[in-house]
C-alpha cells in the first residue's frame, strides 16, 4: 500500500492534532529505519497505522479484545494499551494489512515484548520521541536514537515506566518484560 492511500484510510479515523502525530511518527520511523537497517516501506506503514484504532469507542476496543481472544490481562490495564492490539487487528480487516512485521509493530508500538524486532523498535521508539512530542525526558531519548537504537528503547521504556509509578499506576508485564529482554541482550 502506497503512502498516500494508507493515509487516506487513517485520516478520518485522528484527529487533527493525532494526524500531526502520525505524520511526525512517520518520518521518524523512515529516519530511524533507514539509519538502523530496517525495512524503511514496512516502517512507513506500521507507523501510519500506529493509531489507527486510537479514538474507538471503549466498548468496541474491550469487545474485539474479547471475541479475537487476545490476552485478556489486556482489560486489567490502562485503556490506553488496547488501541495498538485492536489497531492491529482492524488494519489487517478494514484496510487489508496482512504483513505481519507491520501487523506486529502496531500491536506492540505501546507495550514492547520480549524479543522486540527491529521493526517493533523503530515505531515504537518514532512514536515516544516524534518532533511534536514534549515531555520530560524525551530530548535525552532522542540524542541516544541518534547513537543507539537499543539504548534509546531502554531509556524510553524506564521513562515510561518511572512515570507510571511515579503516578501509582500499574505497569503492564510486557513492558517491563520488554525492557528486561533488551538490558540483558545488550549487556546492560
Known amino acids: 500500500m502506497e503512502r498516500e492511500q494508507a493515509l487516506q484510510i487513517v485520516k478520518p479515523q485522528l484527529t487533527e492534532h493525532r494526524y500531526q502525530h502520525t505524520l511526525g511518527v512517520m518520518e521518524t520511523a523512515i529516519k530511524l529505519a533507514g539509519k538502523y537497517g530496517a525495512d524503511i516501506k514496512k516502517a512507513e506503514l506500521a507507523a501510519i497505522f500506529h493509531d489507527y484504532a486510537k479514538f474507538r469507542p471503549k466498548d468496541e476496543m474491550r469487545q474485539i479484545i474479547e471475541e479475537q481472544k487476545m490476552p485478556a490481562i ?3 490495564f490502562n485503556s490506553e494499551l488496547w488501541h495498538a492490539p485492536v489497531g492491529a487487528y482492524l ?3 478494514e484496510a487489508g494489512i496482512d504483513d505481519k ?3 506486529d509493530a502496531i500491536r506492540y508500538h505501546t507495550s514492547g515484548r ?10 515504537y521508539l518514532a512514536d515516544y520521541i516524534e518532533p511534536g512530542r ?6 535525552e531519548v532522542r540524542k541516544m536514537a541518534e547513537e543507539d537504537l537499543d ?3 531502554v531509556q524510553a521504556m524506564k521513562n515510561t515506566i518511572q512515570f507510571l509509578m511515579k503516578k501509582n499506576q500499574p505497569v503492564f508485564p510486557d513492558t517491563f518484560n520488554a525492557y528486561n529482554s533488551i538490558v540483558q541482550n545488550s549487556g546492560g
Open 74 to 76: 489486556l482489560l486489567e
Open 101 to 103: 512485521e507491520v501487523l
Open 91 to 93: 488494519a489487517e480487516k
Open 151 to 153: 539504548s534509546a528503547l
Open 134 to 139: 514534549h515531555f520530560p525526558g524525551v530530548d
Open 114 to 123: 520480549i524479543g522486540m524486532s527491529l521493526l517493533d523498535k523503530v515505531i
